[in-house]
């Protein structure tokens, strides 16, 4: 409790638009959010789920201990067990709650899924059943955790041919799981109803799909379907603004989409046409040098076994799949998708260069989502490779390298004394006071040779208006920068990579597998190690060219960025 009001107290010491907030609130100048019931979707009539008098049998796997040590990876961390101690893994404190959750979800189930040994599989079943086979408030049965926990039990089963025993009390354990999630729906209103709803309804199709479970499908159908409308946007892409996040949430649907199928569920046509905009969508993504990490990073799966999905894919959890499954996905329609830019993201190819730019529609990153505080990050491949990188986030949190990696100050764009382009975004700011705060939309245009942004996002240092114009050519790539303010402002445009950097008298010089590209800027160029992170919890070195600048406003700089 102390500690809660001490986090609160300097949330508004040092949120100025949160002070605001709170006076107009009092003032009576800006609504509160619309009214609603949390854990209960209002297109939901009955969330009862009676047990059916009959559920689907399965083969049950051979009761034979492990005899060779495991070793797990999970989010931010990898644990070696030994055959002798199974239940060693439930009594570990992690010191990030991410890695805790992933051993309740089982979540490396899928990812170590060639040459696992099923032995270990049932010894670590029985130890968390034994503990935690109850459903409870705890962490170790919130809906999200619990609805991914039993599809990867039950994706397994359907791999290996059967589930750990006593079969009937697993079956049993596994149906508790179906009840225990309708209770506890991530339903919070729709301004803060993110994608978990989506996954909750996921487990629940899933679950009622392998049990013959009707009434626990359609309830999980029913939730899947409207919470498809709500997580994507007209271009097919999921708008919580995280690259990683579209490819896990293009994954779930697929998966619903497969299991209506082979359960000839009626949802089938309606999953199908989902995944294939996702999937569609997703193509925006498919930079020459890799994924493009933009945005938070999922622990649930390190970003390498969804890769697959983007145009050309294979491996990972595609690999999962049957070979009719793979032939099936592979053969979906290419819907027709609005158009991207709306949605914040707008791609530039033009030679040996290939541009991927994100800016928030609304300027403010989104509520609930995973976009970063910065407005305008970019990430530029060049002769196939990652050039200019984004460099991710590699934990959650609201302090320390958290929220260092989620604000401006780490990605490639610009600063204005220090500040992130707007204030922290709260679920409970309205759109009029977003505006009030932030300025207009930002405007993100596509043009034949690159692409533009206009904003007004730095109000609050007395700026009115940035713009940002990037080209590629076939030798170069040039990025434009405008402000307009008054007054002397410190100015910081960061440029992050991955590969050896060196500065050469007036120039900095990358040094890649395919050759050197020169950075000419007009400002003083410092070099500061920072991390790309490749997953939850994992990072590699990188190196942050940041040119920085006193300069009196109004202002211009380019930087151009060239193959020697």
């Known amino acids: 409790m102390i500690g809660a009001l001490v986090r609160k107290a300097r949330q508004l010491v040092g949120d100025p638009a949160l002070r605001r907030y ?37 083969a049950e796997l051979p009761a034979m201990p492990p005899t060779a040590p495991l070793t797990l990876s999970l989010p931010g961390a990898c644990v070696t067990l030994s055959p ?9 404190d ?18 170590q899924a060639d040459g696992l040994d099923p032995a270990w599989v049932c010894a670590l079943w029985q130890e968390w059943r034994s503990r935690f086979g109850s459903p409870g408030p705890g962490w170790d049965w919130h809906p999200y955790t619990a609805a991914e926990r039993l599809i990867n039990l039950l994706d397994f089963a359907r791999r290996s041919g059967g589930l750990p025993g006593p079969v009937a009390d697993t079956v049993a354990v596994l149906a508790a799981h179906g009840p225990a999630i309708a209770a506890r729906l991530e ?15 996921r487990g629940l199709f ?4 392998a049990l013959g479970w009707d009434r626990c499908a359609e309830l999980g159908a029913e939730i899947l379907l409207a919470e498809a409308g709500r997580i994507f946007t007209s271009s097919g892409l999921l708008r919580e603004e995280s690259s990683h996040y579209h490819l896990l949430l293009t994954r779930n649907y697929i998966s619903a989409w497969l299991a209506a199928r082979r359960f000839c569920r009626p949802e089938s046509e309606a999953f199908a046409g989902i995944a294939a905009r996702a999937l569609t969508a997703a193509a925006i993504f498919s930079l020459p040098g890799g994924l493009p990490l933009v945005g938070d990073i999922s622990p649930d799966c390190p ?21 009719d499954e793979r032939r099936e996905l592979a053969a979906l329609p290419q819907p027709a998708l609005g158009d991207p830019v709306a949605d914040g993201w707008a791609r530039a190819d033009q030679g040996d260069w290939a541009l991927l730019v994100h800016a928030g529609p609304q300027g403010w990153p989104f509520i609930p989502g995973h976009g970063h505080h910065d407005l305008g990050g970019f990430e530029l491949h060049w002769r196939g490779l990652p050039l200019i990188v984004d460099p991710g986030r590699g934990a959650y949190g609201d302090s320390g390298e958290a929220a260092l990696y989620r604000s401006a100050a780490v990605h490639n764009g610009l600063t204005i004394d220090g500040a992130d382009p707007t204030a922290a975004n709260r679920p409970y700011y309205g759109d009029d ?26 109000r609050r240092q007395g700026v009115r208006w940035c713009e940002r114009n990037w080209t590629v050519t076939d030798m170069a790539a040039i990025i434009d920068d405008r402000v307009d303010g008054r007054g002397r402002r410190r100015l910081a445009r960061m440029l992050t990579t991955p590969w050896p950097v060196r500065i050469d008298g007036d120039v900095v010089v990358i040094e890649t597998p395919r050759g050197q590209v020169r950075v000419v800027a007009d400002g003083a160029v410092v070099l500061r190690p920072v991390t790309r992170w490749i997953a939850y919890g994992q990072g590699e070195a990188a190196t942050q060219i940041a040119i920085e600048d006193v300069r009196a406003l109004p202002w211009s700089g380019r930087i151009i960025l060239e193959a020697v």
Do not use: K
């Not at 009092?26 to 059916?52: E, K, N, Q, S």
């Not at 002798?84 to 570990?92: C, K, S, T, Y």
């Not at 992690?94 to 990812?111: G, K, N």
């Open 303 to 323: 970003p390498a076994f969804l890769a697959g999905l983007l145009p050309g894919g294979t491996g990972g959890w595609l690999a999962l799949l049957t070979d």
């Open 206 to 209: 899933l679950l009622g799909c």
């Open 433 to 458: 006071f977003r505006r009030r705060e932030g300025g207009e939309p930002p405007v993100l245009r596509r043009r034949s040779d690159g692409i533009d942004l206009v904003h007004g996002a730095f």
């Open 84 to 92: 002798q101690a199974p239940g060693a893994l439930f009594d570990q």
């Open 22 to 58: 709170l006076l107009e609130r009092a003032m009576g100048r800006t609504a509160a959010p619309r009214r609603f019931v949390p854990g209960h979707p209002p297109y939901l009539a009955d969330l009862a789920l009676p047990l059916p008098s009959r559920l689907a049998p399965f």
């Open 94 to 111: 992690f010191p990030d709650i991410e890695t805790r959750l992933a051993v309740h979800r089982f979540a490396w189930l899928p990812l």
């Open 187 to 201: 339903y919070s209103g729709d301004h803060y109803t993110g994608n978990h709803l989506s996954n909750n309804g």
